[in-house]
């Protein structure tokens, strides 16, 4: 089973800044990458898939890149909306197709 | 407008059977794999499982082999995840998933269900 290991645990930054996520995998899951949001009481959201390609509707202020085992999501311009927990999910070995840990992002 | 709805929140003993379900719309519902997610309180995502609705494929998380069943019924567009015997421990919020495939097998899930909340106490 793949392990994919998030960090930081929990970022804290001010609205307006940037704002960078690592989602690091045990093993290469070459660009099998996804990466999604869930706020309190919600279902999760999916930014973005294939390691860099955002979903649709997605504001361009999310940006995915990396491949093989490091990956990073970048918010460039946190909005108040966007406090939430991220996360990522390798889907190159299944059964599962395992997520990350999360990413907690709160308001500094 | 793509949906899946999931069943409403179920209260169950331990011991009991239970099963909850997904329904699809506004897709084509055996185009796509459907996989269930559990979020335990406060916790993290787990991907239990998933399903091909049109050919029945079914593979299992080692976690979750033989712990639950996943089927669905294709005639009505639904997805389900069964329990034979419940536990304490699975207590949780479940989500139904859908994705699209990379060549045939799953991937991502790009749509969510709203989740079902169960909650097993004596």
């Known amino acids: 089973e793949i392990v994919m290991t998030q960090s930081p645990a929990t970022l804290s930054v001010s609205p307006g800044e940037r704002a960078t996520l690592s989602c690091r995998a045990s093993?290469?899951?070459?660009?099998?990458l996804a990466w999604y949001q869930q706020k309190p009481g919600q279902a999760p959201r999916l930014l973005i898939f294939?390691?860099?390609t955002r979903a649709t509707s997605i504001p361009a202020r999310f940006s995915g890149s990396g491949s093989g085992t490091e990956f990073t999501l970048t918010i460039s311009s946190l909005q108040s909306e966007d406090f939430a927990v991220y996360y990522c999910?390798?889907?190159?070995?299944?059964?599962?197709?395992?997520f990350g840990q999360g990413t907690k992002l709160e308001i500094k | 407008e793509v949906q899946l709805v999931q069943s409403g929140a179920e209260v169950k003993k331990p011991g009991e059977s239970l099963k909850i379900s997904c329904k699809g719309s506004?897709?084509?519902?055996?185009?796509?794999?459907i996989g269930w997610v559990r979020q335990m309180p406060g916790k993290g995502l787990e991907w239990m499982g998933i399903?091909?609705?049109?050919?029945?494929?079914?593979r299992y998380s080692p976690s979750f082999q033989g712990q639950v069943t996943i089927s669905a019924d294709k005639s009505i567009s639904t997805a389900y995840m069964q329990w034979s015997s419940l536990k304490a421990s699975d207590s949780a919020m479940y989500f139904c998933?859908?994705?699209?495939?990379?060549?045939?097998?799953?991937?991502?899930?790009?749509?969510w269900g709203q989740g079902t909340l169960v909650t097993v106490s004596s």
């Open positions: 998933a859908s994705g699209p495939s990379s060549g045939y097998f799953p991937s991502y899930f790009h749509q």
């Open positions: 506004g897709y084509s519902f055996t185009s796509y794999w």
């Open positions: 399903m091909h609705p049109g050919d029945s494929d079914t």
């Open positions: 093993q290469s899951v070459s660009s099998n």
């Open positions: 294939g390691a860099s």
């Open positions: 999910q390798q889907y190159n070995y299944w059964p599962p197709f395992t």
